[in-house]
């Protein structure tokens, strides 16, 4: 149950999400906002019922609760700085006439307005800045008048000690609503960092690590490899004749033959190896504690792999082959860029060689 009543509040606040992916984060915490306040609404609507029987201060509180959810079907409806504006300025009205001429200053209501400081700053554009000094102002202004000015005698009056408990409601509330926003916020900025940073060291066509991640976490398998004079490899692959792939069969069909060989080779290596594109049909692989015998058997296995897996599109089947190229650490001054080097000039020597092979390179001789 716990489970359908996150996956339902998830879907509730995602409301209108249907934008560019910088702009969600905005649209989540306003629908929060929204209903955050639709609730407090409700439930004025009952404790002032029951407190007062008064049927503007119900009024009221329906009229905010109606225009919460006409907040919500404006962002479904992609009018985002219209529903923000609404709600917004909808907010500040309520508490100012609650907190002025409703109850009264001395339940604290006004207290609220700190709540709503940030939210322009959370909500709007980032080209709406004068909007936002003006919101934020507005805000500021509209306590200090009902905390400083001369005290209007409030429509509802409640007793000292009925003003005791709602005072302490009320700054509790402020203080939910502002831990719940917070939340809404940290959450959206937590996987739109994650996606950032999957964008920025994923390869989006195959699911691979691109190359900038291969760089960085080479050099730290580099350093750890030289660090324990443990053995390493390092090899590229190249798909064979792969124009021809997509002048005959179209993009597409070379496309999916990059995705499936990547998979094929993240299903047939290790964990601790180290796969990425390493541009157009290239790939390269990263193999610690290993040695280049021991490298060069893996990658036959998986050359064979490569040319007996079909790999089909648009109802075409086609094969593939691959030519690799590999090296070994031998030498504790060399870099990354060195070994990769060495190992473009062993696909160079394979592609020689007639492709479909795996060619090492050697100080003396290439092979």
């Known amino acids: 149950m716990f489970s359908s009543l996150q996956t339902l509040s998830y879907n509730a606040i995602s409301i209108g999400c249907n934008s560019d992916e910088a702009n969600i984060h905005k649209v989540r915490i306003t629908n929060t906002l929204a209903y955050v306040a639709s609730i407090i609404a409700c439930i004025n609507i009952v404790l002032f019922g029951m407190l007062s029987h008064s049927l503007i201060t119900a009024l009221m509180n329906v009229g905010l609760l ?99 408990i709602l005072q302490i409601g009320s700054e509790l509330l402020a203080m939910l609503v502002l831990i719940v926003l917070a939340i809404t916020f940290d959450n959206d900025r937590n996987k739109y960092e994650s996606r950032l940073r999957q964008l920025a060291t994923e390869d989006p066509l195959t699911g691979l690590a691109n190359r900038t991640k291969l760089l960085n976490e080479g050099n730290r398998v580099l350093a750890y490899a030289k660090r324990h004079q443990d053995p390493l490899c390092i090899a590229l692959l190249d798909i064979d004749h792969f124009k021809s792939v997509n002048d005959k069969y179209g993009h597409s069909h070379g496309d999916t ?84 080097d060495q190992a473009d000039e062993a696909l160079y020597l394979a592609k020689d060689q007639g492709r479909n092979c795996v060619a090492t390179f050697q100080l003396s001789v290439q092979t």
């Open 66 to 164: 109606s225009i919460c959810l006409t907040a919500v079907y404006l962002q479904h409806k992609r009018l985002y700085y219209i529903g923000r504006m609404v709600l917004l300025l909808s907010i500040i009205g309520y508490i100012f006439i609650h907190a002025n001429w409703v109850v009264g200053k001395n339940l604290g209501v006004q207290s609220t307005f700190f709540t709503l400081l940030p939210l322009p700053w959370l909500l709007l554009e980032d080209h709406r800045k004068r909007t936002k000094v003006v919101l934020s102002f507005l805000c500021c202004s509209c306590y200090f008048y009902v905390q400083y000015h001369q005290p209007t005698t409030p429509f509802i009056a409640f007793s000292s000690n009925y003003q005791s």
């Open 257 to 340: 033959s990059l995705k499936i060989i990547a998979k094929l080779l993240a299903n047939n290596l290790r964990e601790s190896d180290l796969i990425a594109r390493y541009g157009g049909e290239e790939f390269a692989i990263i193999l610690p504690n290993v040695n280049l015998q021991q490298a060069t058997s893996i990658l036959n296995k998986l050359r064979e792999q490569i040319a007996l897996t079909p790999i089909c599109y648009g109802g075409v089947c086609i094969n593939c082959s691959a030519s690799f190229g590999v090296t070994q650490l031998n030498n504790p001054k060399q870099q990354l860029t060195d070994l990769f």
